[in-house]
């Protein structure tokens, strides 16, 4: 199914979850001074961090700790979640929290 749409379809469809995905952090953005001597550098990081976190982000909430270590640990993701709540990123925060109580109810565990 994922085929059936041409190249041009995937990628206007791709340009448009990441276009919404940005604005709900244009709140936070908008606060960075424009005098700020590393103005362009400190809004490209708040564009690029969350991007690169929400690609490693999985459908259940939790957040790999790497490409070369898949796992989602209690430690990692709980700078992550700091981080995306204060980057204006509260749903992605959200579903972290949700990923942890998933696996807590299911092995009684966080680890």
């Known amino acids: 199914m994922a085929f059936a749409a041409g190249g ?3 990628a206007a469809r791709d340009a ?3 276009q919404a995905f940005l604005a709900r952090g244009a709140a936070v953005r908008a606060r960075v ?3 700020h001597p ?5 809004l490209a990081a708040l564009e ?3 991007i ?11 957040v790999m700790a790497g490409h070369y270590y898949q796992l989602g ?3 990692d993701q709980a700078g992550v979640l700091r ?29």
Do not use: C, H
């Not at 590393?38 to 400190?42: D, I, S, T």
């Not at 959200?94 to 109810?105: C, D, N, P, T, V």
């Open 73 to 75: 640990y209690v430690r």
């Open 83 to 111: 981080g995306m709540l204060a980057m204006g990123y509260a749903e992605e925060a959200r579903k972290i929290l949700e990923f942890r109580y998933a696996k807590w109810k299911r092995y009684g565990n966080m680890t």
């Open 52 to 62: 690169q976190i929400r690609a490693q982000q999985s459908r259940d909430g939790g």
């Open 33 to 35: 001074p424009q005098q």
């Open 38 to 42: 590393e103005y362009a550098r400190v």
């Open 16 to 18: 448009a979850f990441w």
């Open 8 to 10: 041009a379809d995937i």
């Open 48 to 50: 690029n961090v969350p």
